[in-house]
């Protein structure tokens, strides 16, 4: 079984010394070695003679952190202290989760990948270039560590809601991997960012002088899928146990590449599974609070992308184990995207999108635009809406007289703004409490500060993937899976869902505070694992054992002595 390693005394013979071993990110401990360590490793000299603890570097750490004018600078920082000494850097992340997570990665992340080749400063994970397409095997042996447990892949096209980024896509699997040990516990050494870097097509990068990427269209068809399938094949030949995860590919390409190889290896899609599972979940818990059931709900989901499909999906799923039929459950569901409500008139949908077409039958004579379609407000004046979903990446979307609507017809709207970053969410939190009389169970894909409404703060939860993803991992991790099945992806949600606050508080935010994550991570990752075991993709072992792996494997940012003292 992998599991998560620390530095000790057994590694000694193969550290570096001197400057090299400061360099090494990984063993580097800074102004925190003992006086016997800097003898052993000749390191007196290269720092200061005052040796501090981790605790005392964190506070330094901090003080830098705070000197620094925006969240870009504060991304860099970051950044760069990853890349000088990583267990300071995961401790000062532990010990400001919530004032960082934002920072390393959503909403900050995304400029991050827009300015990739500006503040690029050092290799991190792989850049798999397609003029490079044949040499993929030998690319991936390049790896900076032998032993992986977890790989987060982009191409680079979808990045959150600002589009096409290229080669700076690899911002993403950068800042996913770091939550995975963060929350999850994965050993930062046992993580790889790739992205697969196939061209751009945004015209400001392929202008830039400094951009760093190959300067090239796009491949596209059946180019673009033989060379995944090139990348997918050297993965399973030299890290097949490895959990594969995919991240930011377009709609086109998403659902399809998951099909193909989700029977293959240990592969999930973060946006279609991990949004699905933490929507599910979230939801799940806001519907508790309601005193109602999910299968009595009615759902508008504005955004039909992979992201929205597969929240509809899992939805969908839950609705059947409440006891609805395949037809029931797809009643419940009013898809709209930016040709307007997917029914059973339209010829332009995919076949993942067909699934929740309405029939003619049920819109006759509801209100259209002049083009022919129905747009969000007239689905919400014409259904008894209770839960808004969206993942469109249209700011603004849901409006005073689409919320208000909703509202008048519903004593506890449930309204989710999932689009990310803040300008493409679909509303913002604190109007969404005012125009609800402070009524609104709410959950963003950004965040918002607390919202002041009749004398008390309102929480805002984020309804983000970090929730499920790092567990994910550390749960098929420690079960030894071999697959990722939708039966544990919708255990994930379950196990989030019964971890909400307002469960207990219906004042309380949806989702535990980021400050309680890593110990939810494990409880999320046991019941992962169990539902392997359950669909034959684990081995059996009994749930003590499980809990005991999860524990033992979870790594927590602390220095480890490179020698004895004497």
Same mark, same amino acid.
């Given at each position: 079984?992998?599991?998560?390693?620390?530095?000790?005394?057994?590694?000694?013979?193969?550290?570096?010394?001197?400057?090299?071993?400061?360099?090494?990110?990984?063993?580097?401990?800074?102004?925190?070695?003992?006086?016997?360590?800097?003898?052993?490793?000749?390191?007196?000299?290269?720092?200061?003679?005052?040796?501090?603890?981790?605790?005392?570097?964190?506070?330094?750490?901090?003080?830098?952190?705070?000197?620094?004018?925006?969240?870009?600078?504060?991304?860099?920082?970051?950044?760069?202290?990853?890349?000088?000494?990583?267990?300071?850097?995961?401790?000062?992340?532990?010990?400001?989760?919530?004032?960082?997570?934002?920072?390393?990665?959503?909403?900050?992340?995304?400029?991050?990948?827009?300015?990739?080749?500006?503040?690029?400063?050092?290799?991190?994970?792989?850049?798999?270039?397609?003029?490079?397409?044949?040499?993929?095997?030998?690319?991936?042996?390049?790896?900076?560590?032998?032993?992986?447990?977890?790989?987060?892949?982009?191409?680079?096209?979808?990045?959150?809601?600002?589009?096409?980024?290229?080669?700076?896509?690899?911002?993403?699997?950068?800042?996913?991997?770091?939550?995975?040990?963060?929350?999850?516990?994965?050993?930062?050494?046992?993580?790889?960012?790739?992205?697969?870097?196939?061209?751009?097509?945004?015209?400001?990068?392929?202008?830039?002088?400094?951009?760093?990427?190959?300067?090239?269209?796009?491949?596209?068809?059946?180019?673009?899928?033989?060379?995944?399938?090139?990348?997918?094949?050297?993965?399973?030949?030299?890290?097949?146990?490895?959990?594969?995860?995919?991240?930011?590919?377009?709609?086109?390409?998403?659902?399809?590449?998951?099909?193909?190889?989700?029977?293959?290896?240990?592969?999930?899609?973060?946006?279609?599974?991990?949004?699905?599972?933490?929507?599910?979940?979230?939801?799940?818990?806001?519907?508790?609070?309601?005193?109602?059931?999910?299968?009595?709900?009615?759902?508008?989901?504005?955004?039909?992308?992979?992201?929205?499909?597969?929240?509809?999906?899992?939805?969908?799923?839950?609705?059947?184990?409440?006891?609805?039929?395949?037809?029931?459950?797809?009643?419940?569901?009013?898809?709209?995207?930016?040709?307007?409500?997917?029914?059973?008139?339209?010829?332009?949908?995919?076949?993942?999108?067909?699934?929740?077409?309405?029939?003619?039958?049920?819109?006759?004579?509801?209100?259209?635009?002049?083009?022919?379609?129905?747009?969000?407000?007239?689905?919400?004046?014409?259904?008894?809406?209770?839960?808004?979903?969206?993942?469109?990446?249209?700011?603004?979307?849901?409006?005073?007289?689409?919320?208000?609507?909703?509202?008048?017809?519903?004593?506890?709207?449930?309204?989710?703004?999932?689009?990310?970053?803040?300008?493409?969410?679909?509303?913002?939190?604190?109007?969404?409490?005012?125009?609800?009389?402070?009524?609104?169970?709410?959950?963003?894909?950004?965040?918002?500060?607390?919202?002041?409404?009749?004398?008390?703060?309102?929480?805002?939860?984020?309804?983000?993937?970090?929730?499920?993803?790092?567990?994910?991992?550390?749960?098929?991790?420690?079960?030894?899976?071999?697959?990722?099945? =939708?039966?544990?992806?919708? /255990?994930?949600?379950? @196990?989030? &869902?019964?971890?909400?606050? #307002?469960? *207990? !508080?219906?004042? %309380?935010?949806?989702?535990?505070?980021?400050? =309680?994550?890593?110990?939810? /991570?494990?409880?999320? @990752?046991? &019941?992962?694992?169990?539902? #392997?075991? *359950? !669909?034959?993709? %684990?081995?059996?072992?009994?749930?003590?054992?499980?809990?005991?792996?999860?524990?033992?494997?979870?790594?927590?940012?602390?220095?480890?002595?490179?020698?004895?003292?004497?």
């Amino acid at each position: 079984m992998a599991t998560a390693r620390s530095i000790t005394n057994s590694t000694l013979p193969n550290t570096p010394r001197g400057m090299d071993l400061l360099e090494t990110p990984l063993q580097n401990k800074g102004t925190a070695y003992t006086e016997k360590e800097r003898t052993t490793f000749g390191l007196h000299g290269l720092l200061p003679p005052r040796v501090e603890t981790l605790e005392e570097q964190v506070v330094r750490a901090y003080e830098a952190y705070q000197r620094k004018g925006d969240d870009l600078e504060r991304h860099i920082y970051l950044r760069s202290l990853q890349d000088t000494n990583e267990v300071l850097f995961y401790r000062l992340l532990l010990d400001h989760i919530e004032e960082m997570t934002p920072i390393v990665y959503t909403p900050t992340v995304a400029l991050a990948c827009e300015q990739f080749s500006h503040i690029y400063r050092r290799p991190r994970g792989l850049v798999i270039s397609y003029p490079l397409r044949d040499s993929i095997r030998q690319l991936l042996r390049n790896r900076p560590n032998n032993k992986v447990d977890v790989i987060v892949v982009t191409d680079g096209e979808r990045i959150l809601g600002i589009g096409d980024q290229g080669a700076g896509g690899l911002g993403i699997p950068i800042g996913k991997l770091s939550l995975y040990t963060l929350i999850g516990g994965i050993h930062p050494e046992r993580t790889l960012p790739i992205v697969l870097d196939v061209g751009t097509n945004n015209t400001e990068r392929l202008n830039d002088p400094e951009y760093l990427g190959w300067r090239h269209e796009r491949i596209t068809g059946e180019a673009y899928f033989d060379f995944v399938d090139q990348f997918v094949q050297a993965v399973k030949e030299d890290l097949p146990g490895a959990c594969l995860q995919w991240e930011d590919l377009a709609t086109p390409h998403a659902r399809p590449i998951l099909n193909r190889y989700r029977d293959q290896l240990l592969t999930f899609n973060d946006d279609v599974q991990g949004t699905a599972a933490v929507a599910l979940g979230t939801i799940l818990g806001a519907v508790r609070v309601t005193g109602r059931n999910l299968k009595e709900q009615q759902i508008v989901m504005f955004g039909a992308g992979s992201a929205g499909i597969g929240v509809a999906d899992g939805l969908r799923e839950a609705m059947k184990g409440e006891g609805l039929s395949e037809q029931e459950s797809r009643s419940r569901f009013w898809v709209i995207d930016k040709d307007g409500l997917l029914h059973s008139g339209r010829k332009d949908l995919t076949s993942e999108q067909s699934v929740y077409a309405q029939p003619e039958s049920r819109i006759a004579g509801w209100p259209r635009t002049s083009n022919g379609n129905i747009g969000p407000a007239d689905v919400i004046g014409k259904t008894e809406a209770t839960i808004l979903i969206g993942l469109s990446t249209v700011g603004g979307a849901f409006s005073e007289p689409i919320v208000r609507e909703m509202a008048r017809k519903v004593e506890r709207p449930i309204i989710f703004p999932l689009s990310n970053p803040t300008s493409k969410s679909e509303a913002n939190a604190e109007d969404l409490i005012h125009w609800t009389g402070g009524r609104a169970l709410i959950a963003s894909g950004s965040p918002f500060a607390p919202v002041s409404y009749g004398g008390r703060k309102i929480p805002i939860a984020q309804c983000n993937n970090v929730y499920i993803f790092p567990a994910i991992g550390l749960g098929v991790v420690t079960s030894e899976a071999r697959r990722i099945t =939708e039966a544990m992806m919708l /255990a994930a949600a379950r @196990a989030l &869902a019964g971890n909400s606050p #307002a469960l *207990k !508080d219906p004042s %309380a935010s949806l989702l535990p505070a980021l400050a =309680e994550i890593r110990g939810v /991570a494990t409880q999320i @990752a046991f &019941a992962v694992g169990v539902e #392997a075991q *359950k !669909d034959g993709v %684990a081995p059996k072992i009994s749930e003590d054992e499980l809990r005991q792996r999860i524990l033992k494997a979870q790594w927590t940012p602390s220095y480890s002595s490179f020698v004895r003292e004497m």
